[in-house]
């Protein structure tokens, strides 16, 4: 096993304790509350506490999952720290008033970040929308409760680079606002206008210090107009205080369910206190566009205990403890002939924690990335870990430590090398065609409350499938297989900031056929296509000798 920068990986890790008092304000009343939250040394996960029947999951019939993939909101973001579950739990034995309990947040944020204001909000996606809520308003309720109606409003455009278009910018758009795209400073200079009530971006490597659009090279354009400018930077290590402020940024906001382990539920958002105070009006509990956007008094505290607790956290031990688990894994894995294991240690700020890549000849082994990734997702214990698929016969996973709670290691080292290890015959050849598919398709979509009618035009070469998916709003194309009478395509929708993959799978009968459509995130839809019977119109074409005699 490879171990590489480890100090330049641990270089980057917050700056802790410039502004947090001695004494966090939670202290005293954690401990008067009556919390039943476990105290005492991390708890170690052994194979038979995860498997057991009294998890609270299973008695839903849920299985849990022991996460290598980081902080992803489908299988949970991240586990709570001890601190905030206290500090929930206090929080949900008095009433209080939330103005009051917001007013009180955002200065102990301030005292603990350095930033001028702080606030707390149903997620980080809520964040960026209640915060251009506030940009477009000014924190002026009769044009808060016209939202999404911008008319007549004096701002009501959002400039976005366009490498920092997402899927999570939704949260801006529900707004209403007119994005704007940019590419170039130039571009930048241009749009910018008396319309403009923002501008946002994402971290990463484009808006890094250099760059031609970096964060400092938007904020030299926007701060003279007094455009305030948000960067994204949901799943990136809190530093203390917040660098992306320091360089150029009016707002910075945070996942509260990410690298902070606070609630999954929350985010953090620092910076100008005018703007964040009126952020805090476009949210519930006050009415208007961001009352579907409710936190609670227990995420809002709990969220404060986060940062109360990020601040006094040995960051360094976390990255040793880290380290070690990698290197049980890798130490089991190790004898299995032809794997091989290397550490990466990122550098930056976001998804920040060591990485396991596992590597193996797939011919050799006779399974994939994808096919080992399922294996362990989908049986017991299941685990999550990322595919990275395949490349010049080499299949690649990895093993992110962030979210890995003390013990996993074990379990996730002994079921890699069950499963690498197995010995397996290489895989049978596809099967003949049982139809050829070439032709026009018609298409009907079940989805969960509706149905779609799409269209189909296939080409087949021996097993292999292409052709087109016409859908509805689109014509994109189609690549697949047909095996024996069992067919597998894949097209994909892609429009800014958002792409969906349809994943079909089902088996054919004559002139039909019918299965599943696999959506990802989307959960999964039903098919069922019918050749088309028309016979194609023939008609003789005459070519005029030159220009037309007659009109």
Partial sequence: MKRRNVIKGLAMLPVAGAVLPAQSVLGNSLAESGSTALKGPEAVTTAASFMADTNIFRRIGVEPVINCMGTYTIIGGSIERQAVREAMEAAAHNFVQYDELADGIGQRLADLTGAEWGMVSAGCAAGLKHITAACVT????????????????????VIIPRYSRNAYDHGIRNIGVKIVHVSTPEELEMAINPKTAMIYLTAGAASETGQPLSLEVISSFAKPKNIPVLIDVAAQNLTIP???LKRGATLVAYSGGKAICGPQCAGL????????????????PHHGPGRDNKVGREEMIGMMAAVEDWVKRDHAADWKKWLGW???????????????TEVYEPAGLSNKSPVLYVRWDTNKLNINSFELAEELGRNKPRIAL?????TDGISTVSITTGQIQAGEEKIIADRLFEVLSKKRSPRPEMSAPSANLAGLWDLNIKFFSSNSMHTLNIEQDGNWLSGTHKADFDTRAVAGTIDGNKVRFESTIKIIADNINYLFQGTVSGDSMS?????????????????????PARKRIQIPAGPPLAT
């Fill in 269 to 284: 958002m620092l910076g100008d206190k005018s703007i964040l105070m009126s952020a805090w009006q476009a949210s519930s």
């Fill in 242 to 244: 917040p660098v992306h």
């Fill in 386 to 390: 990322a595919s990275r698929g395949e």
């Fill in 138 to 157: 000014g924190g002026n309720p009769e044009k808060l409760i016209r939202i999404p109606d911008l008319t007549g409003f004096d701002k009501d455009e």
């Fill in 515 to 535: 299965g599943d459509i696999h959506l990802g995130e989307y959960r999964t839809a039903t098919f069922t296509a019918n050749r088309r019977k028309s016979t």
């Fill in 326 to 340: 990698l290197d049980t894994i890798s130490k089991k894995i190790a004898p299995i002939e032809g794997v091989k």
